[in-house]
């Protein structure tokens, strides 16, 4: 089974600071990779994916991410962070093969932005 | 944009009512999904649905129960609340594997109390 991992329960920032945030997956096969993000009291909201590709992915809101096969990680990076970044952020795998369904979310990292 | 609609944000019942969570897409999704997020824990799969009529447990599934009579439409019922059942609930739904692996969309989620 997949899992993943976000090593990083907290960070705190400043703000125009960079970020980047950390996520490793444990698959056999190269997944379909995720990131949300959550707003408190809100839903999760899709920041970007990776099937297949360029291994550097463009999201919304300035957002990034690049998959390293040799490291299986898929981290978040953003140049300069503002403060409406301040928000759980929740990385996720698919299983690439046929007939998956299950998203394994790693448990998140709840980004603090002092200003 | 996807529209995934959950019927109410906040919601207090009493130990050993039956509950019914509704969620609602717009987006003719085959597949839907709940979720139970809680503190430290992050997202549990609770119950999903790849077809109308069609469910599938997820890691979680104890205490409940869904229905998907309709495909925009898939409830998750709990059957006699219980206080362990506090928690925020996250319906989300994505196109069917038929047309290629897309990421889940979901709701801006339920609280649940139970008291």
């Known amino acids: 089974a997949q899992s993943v991992t976000q090593p990083d329960i907290h960070i705190t920032v400043s703000e125009g600071a960079s970020l980047e945030l950390r996520c490793n997956y444990s698959?056999?096969?190269?997944?379909?990779l995720f990131w949300y993000v959550q707003s408190p009291g809100q839903g999760l909201q899709l920041l970007l994916k990776y099937f297949s590709g360029d291994t550097l992915v463009q999201g919304i809101k300035g957002f990034e991410a690049e998959f390293k096969r040799s490291q299986s990680s898929f981290n978040l990076r953003k140049p300069s962070v503002h403060w409406s970044d301040a928000a759980e952020y929740f990385c996720?795998?698919?299983?690439?093969?046929?007939?998956?369904?299950?998203?394994?979310f790693g448990k998140g990292t709840k980004l603090s932005v002092i200003p | 944009d996807v529209k995934v609609t959950q019927s109410s944000r906040y919601l207090v019942k009493r130990t050993g009512e039956k509950v019914f969570l509704e969620c609602v897409q717009d987006?003719?999704?085959?597949?839907m999904f709940w979720y139970r997020q809680d503190p430290g824990l992050g997202l549990r799969l609770i119950y999903f649905?790849?077809?109308?009529?069609?469910?599938e447990k997820g890691d979680i599934p104890e205490g409940y129960s869904v229905s998907r009579e309709k495909k925009e439409r898939f409830s998750l019922i709990l059957e006699s609340a219980s206080t362990n059942q506090t928690s925020m609930y996250l319906c989300?739904?994505?196109?069917?594997?038929?047309?290629?692996?897309?990421?889940?969309?979901f709701g801006d989620g339920t609280r649940l109390s139970i008291l």
């Open positions: 996720a795998v698919l299983p690439s093969g046929a007939g998956s369904y299950q998203l394994t």
């Open positions: 649905s790849y077809d109308v009529k069609m469910k």
């Open positions: 989300a739904s994505s196109i069917g594997q038929g047309r290629g692996n897309q990421p889940q969309h």
């Open positions: 987006m003719d999704h085959e597949n």
């Open positions: 698959y056999g096969a190269t997944p379909y």
